[in-house]
């Protein structure tokens, strides 16, 4: 008998849950919001990490499994808002 049920991942360093075969469209499970894919996870966590040994624990640092970033992976840039008069009376 054949399981049906997706393979499931959890990463070490985020806690970050990763179902699917090994490819791009895997479904990552973040701790808050919807589901998401490599590419998002990649765009907002996993591009950070500063160190050799974190890069090593990390589950998501093939590019050929997380596909091409796309629009709305990462988090949107904002302008500065200026608060107050500046000082200036």
């Keep these: 008998m054949t399981s049906t ?6 990463c070490a360093l985020c806690q970050v849950e990763i179902q699917g075969e090994g490819s791009a469209n895997d479904r990552v499970l973040f701790s808050r919001g919807t589901p998401g894919t490599r590419s998002k996870l990649w765009a907002r966590v996993c591009q950070y990490l500063k160190t050799d040994e974190q890069k090593q624990q990390c589950i998501n640092q093939d590019p050929a499994l997380r596909g091409v970033t796309m629009p709305g992976d990462g988090f949107e840039e904002i302008s500065a808002i200026q608060l107050g008069d500046g000082g200036q009376d």
């Design 5 to 10: 049920e997706p393979r499931s991942q959890r």
